[in-house]
DNA sequence: GTCTATACGAAGATAGAC
DNA sequence: GTCTATCTTCGTATAGAC
């Protein structure tokens, strides 16, 4: 076989972006098959326990570049407002200004949800900490920090279901645009 | 049979309920007819198109009540701010204060979403210009009209996710408790 | 209007050859 | 590590009796 194989990081890529798409439950085997150039029987040798295994390596896979772009940039010791800024930067490319559906969102629903359920959310409590930790450097409240750190979160997922639904990233992109000014309102900016 | 039989709308109200927990791809008829009560072939009876048609159902079947709660109260000619208020109430009880997943996100994932994707839309349009119209008549700027109008459906779709991925529905009430401010700020209470 | 029975394909999963 | 073949269960859907 001259068949060019595929990597496995490049297999989980493909894998992540059929669950992205169509949820667990329609994220069938064919699918699955179909998107990684696989046999059913190839699948299971990557991935002993099938679809679960999928998912997981799909949200393992996904929390490398998710860790590196959008949690540590919150934790380096550049100056707090440029780790905001690259927060924002780095969110808009991880969705692909809003093109991506998240797989918080979408590994959230159904009979399986309460096996992803743990990660998923220490996927949101890892932006929430790092935010918090960023706002109140730059001597914000913690409480009102705690709470932009929550609406942070509410707006990446909600702009992106609005953005889905509408057909179009508008809403993402203007989340995106507002998200400095919406997280730094109030700091003083005493260069 | 003395099984006391359901309304078409109570049938449609359990069907709603599945889709809202499982997806369209995780609604199998099964789940369908062990909420129901019904047997596949009654649910033909009742669907003749099956699946497509039940969910379409349920779609038509939130309709009624989320006109009559959420877009109709803002376009009464109760006092503007009224409205806001009303609004605000109904819909924490919408969706229950937060612990019901909303279709527009559920239905808009999968292979079937373009399927339903005008209604879905279509919802979010009537909540962005019902508020448009109040905060308007409230004398704000239509461009931040607009704008607050859009970031309530994405308040609203957002803190759905993150309530049901963190478990609680904390982040969904902290969002209906802020609402009336957020939609009202700088309008002038001129009694 | 609901049931039983049934069709038929697709689902997830496994065995064993290469 | 990938394939073909196969298994079983579940999926959607329909026919026809009551």
Request: with cysteine; net charge negative; hydrophobic share 40%.
């Amino acid at each position: 076989m001259t068949t060019i194989s595929l990597s496995r990081s490049q297999i989980i890529d493909r894998i992540l972006t059929v669950f992205r798409q169509h949820g667990y439950e329609g994220a069938s085997l064919s699918r699955l098959s179909e998107a990684t150039g696989l046999g059913r029987s190839s699948l299971y040798h990557h991935f002993p326990k099938g679809k679960e295994d999928m998912a997981s390596a799909a949200l393992k896979g996904a929390e490398q570049i998710f860790i590196e772009q959008i949690v540590n940039v919150l934790h380096t010791d550049a100056p707090a407002l440029e780790r905001v800024h690259e927060f924002t930067r780095n969110l808009s490319a991880f969705y692909q200004e809003g093109f991506k559906t998240c797989l918080i969102d979408v590994l959230s629903i159904g009979e399986t949800a309460p096996v992803f359920q743990p990660f998923l959310r220490q996927r949101i409590e890892m932006i929430q900490e790092g935010l918090f930790k960023v706002l109140t450097e730059l001597g914000l409240d913690p409480e009102i920090a705690r709470r932009r750190a929550e609406n942070t979160m509410v707006g990446i997922q909600g702009s992106l279901v609005v953005s889905r639904v509408m057909g179009n990233n508008g809403p993402f992109m203007r989340m995106i645009e507002q998200l400095p000014e919406t997280l730094l309102q109030g700091v003083e900016v005493t260069a």
